[in-house]
């Protein structure tokens, strides 16, 4: 299997939150692609900034991963979130609700099998040998979004941001490892799987947003042209609805990552 990556900022201005790292050992191999939550203006308790912490936990599950296979992913991905909690719980404030966090899809496979976890709005896409493409894909941000709707316009951000990490709303990867009880996880047969994708939110808007087409059209397009051609696609389709008026969406362009796993 061979692993092609692409990451692009939202624009000049910003550092990017978004992290994709992959390593291939022959017939093995692993890939983490992570989305770190914009902090907001208030401050989020830390002095390291999200992209210290995006890079930090990228970094430690790419190690818990590859080179721990027997170590099952939900594991991996609680051992590196203490990790990164212990490298700064001595400076910040770790209970604060916006402590840095991070959507996450990390991926693992060998000669015999293809294991899975996602946590919050990135996706990973798994193609079949037939060319069929199954989408995994953690839903409970967007039921919290829709529950959000339903409330009068002036208490919807308070009433989403009260459902960050709670029991009932939708959780991210923060500074609790107990977190990793709760994302989808899941192993494939390696016979079942031709490909991979794994995707942040700035990069499935090319479905999910602009609907250029489908998963499997997504697919096929990073199967011809790579990851970046589907950023490059992504960019194009924003530039066409600066005031988002056409597509709603909260940013004009977000951070954009995407990892193609391929024979
Ligand atoms: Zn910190």
Redesign the pocket.
């Known amino acids: 299997m061979h692993v092609r990556a692409a990451v692009r900022p939202a624009g000049p201005s910003r550092p990017c939150e978004d992290f994709a790292a992959a390593l291939s050992t022959g017939d093995g191999g692993a890939l983490v692609v992570l989305d770190g939550v914009t902090p907001p203006v208030g401050g989020d308790g830390?002095?390291?900034g999200v992209p210290?912490?995006v890079n930090r936990l990228g970094g430690a599950l790419l190690e818990a991963t590859a080179r721990r296979p027997e170590v099952p992913l939900t594991e991996c991905l609680a051992r590196a979130i203490t990790r990164v909690a212990a490298a700064?719980r001595a400076?910040?404030d770790l209970s604060h609700p916006r402590t840095?966090q991070a959507t996450v899809v990390l991926a693992r496979w060998s000669e015999r099998t293809v294991e899975h976890l996602v946590l919050c709005d990135s996706v990973l896409l798994i193609r079949d040998p037939e060319g069929g493409v199954r989408p995994v894909h953690d839903a409970r941000l967007e039921t919290c979004r829709a529950r959000a709707r339903e409330r009068v316009a002036a208490e919807r951000v308070a009433f989403l941001e009260g459902l960050r990490n709670a029991p009932d709303g939708f959780p991210t990867a923060a500074a609790d490892p107990t977190v990793a009880d709760r994302a989808l996880a899941g192993t494939t047969s390696r016979k079942r799987v031709s490909a991979l994708a794994a995707l942040t939110d700035g990069a499935t808007r090319w479905t999910d947003t602009f609907a250029l087409g489908d998963w499997t059209a997504l697919f096929d397009l990073l199967l011809t042209g790579g990851p970046e051609r589907l950023l490059e696609e992504v960019r194009g389709a924003e530039a066409t609805d600066p005031t988002c008026r056409a597509f709603p969406r909260g940013k004009v362009s977000d951070d954009a990552a995407a990892v193609l796993v391929a024979p």
């Open positions: 830390c002095s390291h210290w912490f700064h400076t910040c840095p």
